[in-house]
Nanobody, 126 residues
Framework: QVQLAESGGGLVQAGGSLRLSCAAS????????MGWFRQAPEKEREFVAA????????YYADSVKGRFTISKDNAKNTVFLQMTSLKPEDTALYYC???????????????????WGQGTQVTVSS
């Protein structure tokens, strides 16, 4: 059974930083791409960042490019999202996700992912 568990969210002032973690279990982590998404109240879930299974290719939403960094530690079965220069509009519930198949193209839409964590709340105050 594949399980994803996010941690690291919290309350931070604008301009601050947070590091989110997502621990995966139930599959060979290094065989799969991973993604981060976020969802603010009354808004649709949106793509934040994704990383290929090897970690060699990174993808970012324009809104976070240059401020967020996704990384993957295959030995620890964990994917990270380092967030800097946080803005109030970054406030959302952040989810990590993994596709069903190991050879899946790294996607930017929720439909490209099959497994999801429960989310971790990030709140940025102005």
């Amino acid at each position: 059974q594949v399980q994803l568990a996010e941690s690291g969210g919290g309350l931070v002032q604008a301009g601050g930083s947070l590091r989110l973690s997502c621990a995966a279990s139930g599959r060979t982590f290094s065989n799969y791409a991973m993604g981060w998404f976020r969802q603010a109240p009354e808004k649709e879930r949106e793509f934040v960042a994704a990383i290929s299974r090897s970690g060699g290719r990174l993808y970012y939403a324009d809104s976070v490019k240059g401020r967020f960094t996704i990384s993957k530690d295959n030995a620890k079965n964990t994917v990270f999202l380092q967030m800097t220069s946080l803005k109030p509009e970054d406030t959302a519930l952040y989810y990590c996700a993994s596709p069903l198949f190991s050879d899946s193209v790294v996607g930017r839409t929720p439909s490209a992912y099959h497994y999801w964590g429960q989310g971790t709340q990030v709140t940025v105050s102005s």
